[in-house]
């Protein structure tokens, strides 16, 4: 019986890739001398995670699984499921996903039939349910750990107010209601798709502002007298010295939300007022987007593979900050990553973490810049590099050199333009003759809010908005829309983001001009006659699509061009 059940996990892990004959025969060979099961083995030698295997087990048992470790519970998915209820299924409520009226459940026992249909009777109509499978003994903590408690925002801060806190004498960290209270305002953040939270102090109160679709939005106010234990709380789960309140510090949070990892970057600075706090959302989920769901043009998606199967060279992706840019070079990076290519990234620091490629933080303190971890990666018998940024000539030297060398770089820059990156490179103190011929493109881009198609409102383009559009007086009648606001977009006209993106591929004639430092007026001009379309050109695609508005394009890249 019990050989029978060890064959087909190794056999199950094998054909899913996740480990090879080699591991698996040295568990097999372990097995025999400790007596334990393979999957425990597996997970002591380092070959796989206890979430690989569980993955690769429920996916046999056609669901999905999670893990409740660092968990962040959503108090509505909470109050959907009484605890004897829970209890009596061994279920427990993870995350009401609003927009899809979708009940995230883990359970012990993902086909017990019963249980869901039981539970299915209990919710309210229309509510679907998402298992996910998860160990007895985890759900049994989850349940002891969260029930009982309150989780709103509000209910907190009426708990911490009122001093009605009967549960600090329990040794469980979690009862505490600060605790509570900076993780309801995480899960909070996440669930309304920010991607910065900001804790600012002021004179008599903290205001808390997400950055939701690129624009801050006040969330809630509340009195100064929470502040330090919010601030020692966050520091505490972001590994910052509590003690230390007058220098900036960085730190990371790790936790789990709706059984995904999420992770946040935090950072401290000392005000007039107390210190503030910022943390940048890592959505994993959101962080790599297919090619294909870049949004680009037919012709330029063609352009930008293209540009990516050259074998060498230089591929820089420019634009400000919060464009976009490590999505898209992310994006390229899981495109063309298979075993047969050796991946290095430096990034500062890195945000996701990929599979199979190898990446490195670059670190001031550790004497590890951009330059120096290009130099010790070209040791590592690299095909690609990534550079998260050329700040300088010596980086921007060591890129080039990487690039001439026969392996293909990527990297961002600051700059306004595609075109924009040359003079700049150039500024820097890169040598004309070394940029030309070695850059393959470059890639600029900007992110503008989509409508909310739910309440957009169309309408037809004036005279001025034609000519904006670059539409020939001739032509049709155009409909274009505007942004009104409703309850799915939270009365905002606009719901998400979508990229304009331009993309200049180098060429001999390009490359000759570069050699010679012509000017920028002339460089756009021959890349125009080659077929180049500006960041511009793409906004009008996307408003003349329905996806964006003129005036979300203004706000991102100069109009007056057009009206010259």
């Known amino acids: 019986m019990g050989e029978r059940v060890k064959q087909p996990i190794g056999k199950l892990l094998i054909d899913k890739g996740v480990i090879s004959e080699d591991q698996l025969r040295i568990a097999l060979i372990e097995q025999k001398r400790e007596r334990e099961p393979l999957g425990k083995l597996l997970v002591g030698m380092g070959f796989v995670t206890e979430a690989t295997i569980r993955e690769a087990l429920s996916e046999n048992l056609n669901t999905q699984s999670a893990d409740l470790n660092s968990l962040v519970v959503d108090a509505i998915a909470l109050k959907l499921i009484p605890k004897d209820v829970a209890k009596r299924y061994s279920v427990f409520p993870i995350v009401y996903e609003r927009d899809r009226d979708n009940l995230v459940l883990a359970m012990s026992n993902t086909s017990n039939i019963v249980a869901l249909d039981q539970i299915h009777a209990m919710l309210v109509k229309g509510i679907t349910i998402t298992p996910l499978l998860v160990n007895d003994s985890d759900i049994a903590r989850a349940i002891d750990q969260y029930y009982g408690f309150e989780l709103s925002i509000d209910g907190i801060l009426h708990e911490i107010e009122t001093g009605d806190s009967s549960y600090l004498g329990t040794s469980d960290e979690y009862s505490h209601p600060m605790v509570r209270l900076i993780d309801a305002l995480l899960a909070d953040a996440v669930q309304n798709g920010a991607s910065d939270v900001h804790f600012e102090p002021e004179q008599s109160f903290l205001r808390i502002r997400y950055r939701i679709d690129g624009i801050l939005r006040q969330i809630r106010s509340l009195h100064k007298s929470y502040w330090p234990a919010m601030a020692v709380r966050l520091k505490v789960i972001s590994n910052m010295n509590i003690a230390e309140t007058r220098a900036p510090q960085d730190g990371r949070i790790s936790i789990k939300f709706?059984?995904?990892?999420?992770?946040?970057?935090?950072?401290?600075?000392?005000?007039?007022?107390?210190?503030?706090?910022?943390?940048?959302?890592?959505?994993?989920?959101?962080?790599?987007?297919?090619?294909?769901?870049?949004?680009?043009?037919?012709?330029?998606?063609?352009?930008?593979?293209?540009?990516?199967?050259?074998p060498d060279g230089l591929i820089l992706v420019t634009g400000p900050t919060g464009s976009g840019k490590t999505t898209t070079l992310y994006s390229i990076l899981n495109h063309i990553n298979t075993e047969a290519v050796n991946i290095m990234t430096l990034e500062d620091p890195v945000e996701y973490p990929m599979n199979m490629i190898r990446q490195t933080s670059v670190n001031e303190s550790a004497k590890l810049g951009f330059a120096d971890g290009i130099r010790s990666i070209l040791r590592q018998d690299p095909d690609v590099i990534l550079v998260g940024e050329i700040r300088d000539k010596e980086t921007a030297d060591m890129a080039l050199a990487a690039a001439m060398t026969g392996h293909q770089v990527y990297s961002t820059l600051h700059t306004n333009s595609?075109?924009?990156?040359?003079?700049?490179?150039?500024?820097?103190?890169?040598?004309?003759?070394?940029?030309?011929?070695?850059?393959?493109?470059?890639?600029?881009?900007?992110?503008?809010?989509?409508?909310?198609?739910?309440?957009?409102?169309?309408?037809?383009?004036?005279?001025?908005?034609?000519?904006?559009?670059?539409?020939?007086?001739?032509?049709?009648?155009?409909?274009?829309?505007?942004?009104?606001?409703?309850?799915?977009?939270?009365?905002?006209?606009?719901?998400?983001?979508?990229?304009?993106?331009?993309?200049?591929?180098?060429?001999?004639?390009?490359?000759?001009?570069?050699?010679?430092?012509?000017?920028?007026?002339?460089?756009?001009?021959?890349?125009?006659?080659?077929?180049?379309?500006?960041?511009?050109?793409?906004?009008?695609?996307?408003?003349?699509?329905?996806?964006?508005?003129?005036?979300?394009?203004?706000?991102?890249?100069?109009?007056?061009?057009?009206?010259?």
């Open 418 to 564: 595609a075109v924009g990156a040359i003079p700049r490179l150039l500024d820097i103190g890169v040598i004309a003759d070394v940029l030309a011929g070695n850059i393959i493109g470059i890639i600029a881009q900007r992110l503008v809010r989509r409508l909310c198609m739910h309440c957009r409102e169309g309408f037809e383009a004036d005279a001025l908005e034609r000519r904006l559009l670059g539409l020939a007086e001739e032509a049709p009648p155009a409909t274009i829309y505007r942004a009104v606001g409703c309850e799915r977009c939270a009365h905002q006209g606009y719901k998400g983001r979508v990229a304009i993106m331009e993309l200049l591929k180098m060429n001999a004639e390009l490359d000759e001009m570069v050699a010679r430092r012509a000017a920028v007026r002339e460089l756009r001009a021959a890349a125009r006659a080659a077929g180049f379309r500006s960041l511009v050109d793409d906004g009008m695609r996307r408003v003349l699509q329905g996806a964006t508005t003129i005036d979300e394009i203004s706000r991102v890249v100069d109009l007056t061009d057009r009206l010259g």
């Open 258 to 310: 709706s059984g995904r990892q999420i992770d946040f970057r935090a950072s401290a600075q000392p005000t007039t007022h107390g210190e503030n706090f910022v943390l940048r959302v890592l959505d994993r989920q959101k962080g790599i987007v297919p090619l294909d769901g870049l949004g680009l043009a037919e012709h330029e998606l063609d352009l930008l593979k293209l540009m990516i199967a050259r």
